[in-house]
T-cell receptor, first 113, second 117 residues
Framework: GENVEQHPSTLSVQEGDSAVIKCTYS??????FPWYKQELGKGPQLIID?????GEKKDQRIAVTLNKTAKHFSLHITETQPEDSAVYFC????????????FGAGTILRVKS | GAVVSQHPSRVICKSGTSVKIECRSL??????MFWYRQFPKQSLMLMAT?????????EQGVEKDKFLINHASLTLSTLTVTSAHPEDSSFYIC?????????????FGDGTRLSIL
């Protein structure tokens, strides 16, 4: 089955700097890769996703890149703000709709002001 | 964005009690709902996948008689933890997804913190 590895486990950045979180996956059949942000005591919130027919996607300060050949994808947050502090999870799935997600272990992001 | 509501947000009860958690998709029809369990400082672990009108599919190691799942409508799924014990204390989170015309990727509820005394 699918296995998703996520690094780093914790990341501290200064406000205004960029943050990068990387994930690798094992199943070449996976073609949907979402990123979730989880704040303390809440459920994960979908912040951006990418499908395998696209190499990069951007939404304001957030971007995701995908390298299908190498089976890795990354989350990039630019101009970080204190409210970006949270746990971020990457995931992989066979499709965006109705298929189970396999999650990475999570990254605790701390943005210091 | 799509809204998934989970209720209750917190439950504290005695050992041996059965607890029901509801998960509702408020603005789309969820053909598939998922139930996860999350221990402190860990990732989400899928417990079961539930399709409307059919029996849930449980992940390996998850007791189906312990964790009863019902997905009777396109907007509601319930998870019942039967005869709960302290080791069942955890954060339970549901998500909802839909294919077809609505094409909604998984959106999560805000979780239920279950504490068994």
């Amino acid at each position: 089955g699918e296995n998703v590895e996520q690094h780093p486990s914790t990341l501290s950045v200064q406000e205004g700097d960029s943050a990068v979180i990387k994930c690798t996956y094992s199943d070449s059949a996976s073609n949907y890769f979402p990123w979730y942000k989880q704040e303390l005591g809440k459920g994960p919130q979908l912040i951006i996703d990418i499908r395998s027919n696209v190499g990069e996607k951007k939404d304001q300060r957030i971007a995701v890149t995908l390298n299908k050949t190498a089976k890795h994808f990354s989350l990039h947050i630019t101009e970080t703000q204190p409210e970006d502090s949270a746990v971020y999870f990457c995931a992989a799935s066979l499709s965006a709709y109705g298929n189970k997600l396999v999650f990475g272990a999570g990254t605790i992001l701390r943005v210091k002001s | 964005g799509a809204v998934v509501s989970q209720h209750p947000s917190r439950v504290i009860c005695k050992s041996g009690t059965s607890v029901k958690i509801e998960c509702r998709s408020l603005d789309f029809q969820a053909t598939t709902m998922f139930w996860y369990r999350q221990f402190p400082k860990q990732s989400l672990m899928l417990m079961a996948t539930s399709n409307e009108g059919s029996k849930a599919t449980y992940e390996q190691g998850v007791e189906k008689d312990k964790f009863l799942i019902n997905h009777a409508s396109l907007t509601l799924s319930t998870l019942t933890v039967t005869s709960a014990h302290p080791e069942d204390s955890s954060f339970y989170i549901c998500s909802a997804s839909s294919g077809g015309n609505s094409n909604q990727p998984q959106h999560f509820g805000d979780g239920t913190r279950l504490s068994i005394l």
